[in-house]
């Protein structure tokens, strides 16, 4: 579910900071496929159920694109 939306998001526009746990090696495929269509996107591994690391996603999101537009919660 996560990879549709990633690249539905990717297609229509928006620069994805895609999240993983345990996907290391499917998260990359992702990026490649988004930036092979002219978008933005990188990964982040983060446990989002630990606030410390929800918080590194998020700064790492807006240093790469400046802000957070969409949550997922």
Known sequence: MG???AL???REG???????????DSAPDIVDHIEGRDGLAFT??????QRDQCKALV???IE?????????A
């Open 44 to 49: 982040c591994q983060a446990d989002i159920t």
């Open 14 to 24: 928006a620069n994805v900071a895609l999240n993983y746990l345990n996907s290391a």
């Open 8 to 10: 539905t998001l990717g």
């Open 64 to 72: 790469r694109f400046g802000q957070v537009d969409i949550e997922r």
């Open 59 to 61: 700064d790492a999101t």
């Open 3 to 5: 990879r549709s939306i």
